[in-house]
């Protein structure tokens, strides 16, 4: 019942910048937290950026400086502002929400690619 969707992948040149959303829906869904993760095919799922409702925030080394995670708690919502894109930022990138209200849930988006060209 509950999804989280996500929009604003594409392809974009290198030093290009793109803004990623992903919105909870469905439910009675609360964010305690939520992170943004990425998967190159046969690679594992790293995690790129987290932030809680409280504002705590987290960033893989490789992105520091050029991404920017935030939330709107009152939407249910996490962006991710990527700056300053590069090749290597290649990636399908995906969401993820955690709730623990009235109970522990943890889902996670469909995904969305992020190409960037040299």
């Known amino acids: 019942q509950v999804q989280l969707v996500e929009s604003g992948g594409g392809l974009v040149q290198a030093g290009g910048s793109l803004r990623l959303s992903c919105a909870a829906s469905g439910g009675t869904f609360r964010a305690n937290a939520m992170a943004w993760y990425r998967q190159i095919p046969g690679k594992q799922r790293e995690l790129v950026a987290s932030?809680?409702?409280?504002?705590?925030?987290y960033y893989t080394d490789s992105v520091k400086g050029r991404f920017t995670v935030s939330m709107d708690n009152a939407k249910n919502t996490v962006y991710l502002q990527m700056n300053r894109l590069k090749p290597e930022d290649t990636a399908v990138y995906y969401c993820w929400g955690y709730d623990d209200t009235p109970y522990a849930t943890a889902i996670w988006g469909q995904g969305t690619q992020v190409t960037v060209s040299s």
């Open positions: 932030i809680t409702s409280g504002g705590t925030i």
